[in-house]
């Protein structure tokens, strides 16, 4: 399993995180799944890739709960760099893809 260029996001396997906005409950456990209350929302994908090039700062969970006669649901996770592991915003752009965004320490490296 790739945790980055120098293993630096080995640390959050094993680890899970939550987050409740007005609507749902979100919970983020990198490398593993996501979830949106009691629906998968997607599991553990990879990173995003650029043509050749691996993006450590886009993850993807893939393949989660099928919607009502549509398609499966997916998140995209934005790393966004700050002193603490901690989902910091979560939305819907499109029907069934979530985006999260969490605060994780090793950008700042």
Known sequence: MD??????????????????????????C???RSDQDS????RWDGWEKEGENINYRVMWY????????GPTRSTKVE?????ENRI??????????ICL?????CCLY
């Open 30 to 32: 990198p490398f593993d």
């Open 101 to 105: 965004h969490f605060q994780h320490p």
């Open 88 to 97: 910091i915003s979560a939305s819907e752009p499109a029907k069934v893809r």
């Open 62 to 69: 893939r393949n989660g709960n099928s919607c009502w006669q």
């Open 79 to 83: 790393l966004i760099c700050g002193a």
């Open 3 to 28: 945790f980055g260029p120098n293993q630096e996001f080995y640390v959050l396997k094993g680890e899970c995180f939550e987050k409740l906005d007005e609507k749902y409950r979100y919970k983020l």
């Open 39 to 42: 629906t998968n929302i997607g």
